[in-house]
T-cell receptor
Framework: GAVVSQHPSWVICKSGTSVKIECRSL??????MFWYRQFPKQSLMLMAT?????????EQGVEKDKFLINHASLTLSTLTVTSAHPEDSSFYIC????????????FGPGTRLLVL | LAKTTQPISMDSYEGQEVNITCSHN???????ITWYQQFPSQGPRFIIQ???TKVTNEVASLFIPADRKSSTLSLPRVSLSDTAVYYC??????????FGAGTRLTVKP
């Protein structure tokens, strides 16, 4: 079954508004979560690494004031797209690491954002 | 950080075995190799993971040569529903979670 959930699955908003996307690990604690963005026909691009209780680490070229990440608990990380513009329209995917004998990355179902 | 190289696309027919190879020449000692499948508008789905030699599960096999500089995902008897993009990732302990371009597999009837 699914181990990572995202909410909402899709969202349409007006330009200038902010949108919050939630990522939850369903049956285990996740100290680290990852946020990706994917444009049509392209691969996933890592935006940031979210660590529970500390500041996120952003990839080069990703504006931390634009994409606010909060990882306040061991099962929830949120990505807020602030003052969204049409160019922020994309597919946003979160993932987390589940550690058993080997660390394996599991992905959420993704959130489709459309900014009008 | 280990960079991966895969063919951009592959075509196959239903019932055939498909082998997708990924090159990772600078793989580190602690790195594992993981393959994911992604359908349109969905998050990637874990397929298989390995460190060396051969790993098999209910959906695929993963072959890793002794030098570990490449790996091959083998999908037995593909069906139309296996049409997807396949990614290999190489890394260990939360590092290098960056995706390559992936391989777009198209299975034809």
């Amino acid at each position: 079954g699914a181990v990572v959930s995202q909410h909402p699955s899709w969202v349409i908003c007006k330009s200038g508004t902010s949108v919050k996307i939630e990522c939850r690990s369903l049956d285990f604690q996740a100290t680290t979560m990852f946020w990706y963005r994917q444009f049509p026909k392209q691969s996933l691009m890592l935006m940031a690494t979210s660590n529970e209780g500390s500041k996120a680490t952003y990839e080069q070229g990703v504006e931390k004031d634009k994409f606010l990440i909060n990882h306040a608990s061991l099962t929830l990380s949120t990505l807020t797209v602030t003052s969204a513009h049409p160019e922020d329209s994309s597919f946003y995917i979160c993932s987390t690491i589940r550690s058993t004998s080997v660390e394996t990355q599991y992905f959420g179902p993704g959130t489709r954002l459309l900014v009008l | 950080l280990a960079k991966t190289t895969q063919p951009i696309s592959m075509d196959s027919y239903e019932g055939q075995e498909v082998n997708i190879t990924c090159s990772h020449n600078n793989i580190a000692t602690n790195d594992y190799i993981t393959w994911y499948q992604q359908f349109p508008s969905q998050g990637p789905r874990f397929i298989i993971q390995g460190y060396k030699t051969k790993v098999t599960n209910e959906v695929a096999s993963l072959f890793i040569p002794a030098d570990r500089k490449s790996s091959t995902l083998s999908l037995p008897r593909v069906s139309l529903s296996d049409t997807a993009v396949y990614y290999c990732l190489v890394g260990a302990r939360n590092n290098d979670m960056r995706f390559g371009a992936g391989t777009r597999l198209t299975v034809k009837p």
